[in-house]
């Protein structure tokens, strides 16, 4: 049984940060990608930012590149997503996910895609006001 399990979310002002954790437990895979997802309301769900367990490479979506830092600490088998200079407009739900059948993150045409991901967290809410 895969579990993630986020947390770290909460109401804050333009310009805070924030830093966003995701304990994952159940991977039986030596190598996989795990990540970042969002969804605001009346929205898709976007990819916002990946990391590979093993090769460390790192995906940023454009809206968040500069701002975000994703991190892991494989030791804790937790991935961090460091967020700061929050804007309103980063207000979603986020969500963390593993792509565990790819070896490491899919990227397709510039982003990061939902399908490709096999676990989903929960979620927790991150509201930014202005």
């Known amino acids: 049984q895969v579990q993630l399990v986020e947390s770290g979310g909460g109401l804050v002002q333009a310009g805070d940060s924030l830093r966003l954790s995701c304990v994952a437990s159940g991977i039986r895979e030596h190598y996989y990608g795990i990540g970042w997802f969002r969804q605001a309301p009346g929205k898709e769900r976007e990819g916002v930012s990946c990391i590979g367990n093993t090769d460390g490479s790192t995906y940023y979506s454009d809206s968040v590149k500069g701002r975000f830092t994703i991190s892991i600490d494989n030791a804790k088998n937790t991935v961090y997503l460091q967020m700061n200079d929050l804007k309103p407009e980063d207000t979603a739900v986020y969500y963390c996910?593993?792509?565990?059948?790819?070896?490491?993150?899919?990227?397709?045409?510039?982003?990061?895609?939902?399908?490709?991901?096999?676990?989903w967290g929960k979620g927790t809410l991150v509201n930014v006001s202005s």
């Open positions: 996910a593993a792509d565990v059948l790819g070896g490491r993150c899919s990227v397709f045409g510039g982003t990061l895609p939902a399908g490709a991901m096999n676990y």
